[in-house]
């Protein structure tokens, strides 16, 4: 009777230190990488007059929302230099519109071209195949900076300067990461379901289309939220061919309005106030689709 009494005891106080100590890790790493974007907006709901007072605080000093409408153009010159401000002021909802149409873009046509070129190097037979995905691939060694300076020179050529076919042209198309990608899930799907479709009389398209898009849309998802932040933080190559305000995305104007203000020194609050207005989008989509990302890294085609 001691025996199983003791027994009990043993197994009661048994705690999982493995567990509880990946889960401490994890907290503490969630915790340093959410940092920054709680010390972000602290700062743009700090008082204009209050951001180098009480700098230990973990919450916004005198929090106001008057920043966010600056940043809108919500509050007139006058008022926000009498408040602390800067003088200066986004047009953001222009820059917003341009960030839009410019992600649209480019997600649509990068998603649309890289999976007929992931799907053609994946089932369709023809001279050279290997060797042209052997470029692709060697393609990914080449650094974006590389390339920078000849696209620009060809986009100049092409008067698209201050354009947005000249802001989306480098990217508009084929990259061979996403090729590459969408190619390994194309592999992946069973080529009896392909055959079963052609017995019916579909044709190679029909069976892209309506068999086998369906099937990979997790991944086509995932290339398509990955394409759209990258395109969303993009800020080089929009602020080199694109720094003109009709077509000046997000990025290129909250970098511009950091650079200009009067009193010398940066604005910090309207500053952070238009990056987390500049996030929003992409959290929002993050978190409505980030799901599909987890279901295409089980993905593993139907058997």
Known sequence: MTTQVQGVKRSGSNIPWGKTLAWIGLALLLIITLFPFWWMVRTALTGPQSLFRDTGSLLPVDPTLIHFRRVLGLVDTETAVAMGGSGQSINFGRALMNSIIVTAVVVFFQVLSCAMAAYAFARLRFPGREL?????????????????????????????????AGIVAPTLLMT???????????????????????????????????VVVPITMPALTTLAIVT?????????????????????????ALGIFRTQTPQGAPDWTGLMAGTTLAIIPTFIIFMLLGRKILDSIQFTGFK
Do not use: C, H
């Open 228 to 252: 759209m932040i990258n395109t969303w933080n993009n800020y080089l190559w929009p602020l080199i061919v694109g720094s003109d305000e009709r077509v000046r995305v997000l990025t290129v």
């Open 132 to 164: 042209i995905f052997g470029l692709y691939i060697a393609a990914l060694m080449v650094p974006a900076i590389v390339t920078t300076i000849p696209n620009f020179i060809l986009v100049r050529q092409f008067k698209l300067l201050n354009t947005y």
């Open 176 to 210: 061979p990461f996403a090729v590459f990608f969408l190619r390994q899930f194309f592999l992946g799907v069973n080529r009896e379901v392909e055959e079963a479709a052609r017995i019916d009389g579909a044709s190679i398209w029909t069976s892209f289309i309506r």
